[in-house]
């Protein structure tokens, strides 16, 4: 069975500081996805990044970037200077390009303290 | 581009019934996604449409079911609802061509409450 699995049910930053979230997956294909989703609240879910396994190179989305370490499978999520808009839930996914069935972790919540 | 749009946003229900609830994607996208959101098991996918046809099914039992009709818009109905059916029912929309491992855009959920 693929799991996603995010150890830190909660963290807390300041404003203006430096943030990652981690997340770890287990699989034996070779051919997946992963995306990091974030859940204001109230508010619609929306995609922060995206990762393709094949591509070495880490996703950055302006201040938002990945640490992907293929080997280890683990796929952190930096938040950079970090702004009260980015207090919310955040999901670290998988999908396989075999399955194309989504496994989702158990989220993040983070807050940001001005 | 106005975005994905789900309807109704609550719904309370009673045990045995059964519901519909509706979807409709981002103009030009084919492909409907339906996932569960519940604080005991997270979220977790139902299944995807597209072009009409489910194309991938997650674990659920055979009480949840949906379809996609030609302008893409999806439906999906519960039936014979149980007290544990209540959470928050996520649409996304995506394209199409490579289902959830694509860009996906959600909405903002239909809040179900089964008493």
């Known amino acids: 069975a693929q799991t996603v699995t995010q150890s830190q049910p909660e963290m807390s930053v300041q404003e203006a500081e430096t943030v990652t979230l981690s997340c770890t997956y287990d699989?034996?294909?070779?051919?997946?996805?992963l995306f990091w989703y974030k859940q204001p609240p109230s508010r619609q879910m929306i995609l922060v990044i995206r990762?393709?396994?094949?591509?070495?190179q880490n996703a950055t989305e302006n201040r938002f970037s990945v640490n992907f370490q293929k080997a280890a499978k683990s796929f952190s999520l930096k938040i950079s200077d970090s702004q009260l808009g980015d207090t919310a839930m955040y999901f670290c996914a998988f999908v396989t390009g075999g399955s194309y069935i989504p496994t989702f972790g158990r989220g993040t919540s983070l807050i940001v303290h001005p | 581009k106005a975005g994905v749009t789900q309807t109704p946003r609550y719904l309370i229900k009673t045990r045995g019934q059964q519901v519909t609830l509706s979807c409709s994607p981002i103009s030009g996208h084919r492909s409907v996604s339906w996932y569960q959101q519940t604080p005991g098991q997270g979220l977790q996918f139902l299944f995807e449409y597209f072009s009409e046809t489910q194309r991938n099914k997650g674990n659920f039992p055979g009480r949840f079911s949906g379809r996609q009709f030609s302008n893409s818009r999806s439906e999906m109905n519960v039936s014979t609802l149980e007290l544990g059916d209540s959470a928050l029912y996520l649409c996304?929309?995506?394209?199409?061509?490579?289902?959830?491992?694509?860009?996906?855009?959600f909405g903002p959920g239909t809040r179900l409450t089964v008493l």
């Open positions: 996304a929309s995506g394209l199409g061509t490579g289902g959830s491992t694509d860009t996906q855009y």
């Open positions: 990762q393709e396994a094949y591509k070495q």
């Open positions: 699989t034996s294909e070779n051919n997946y996805y």
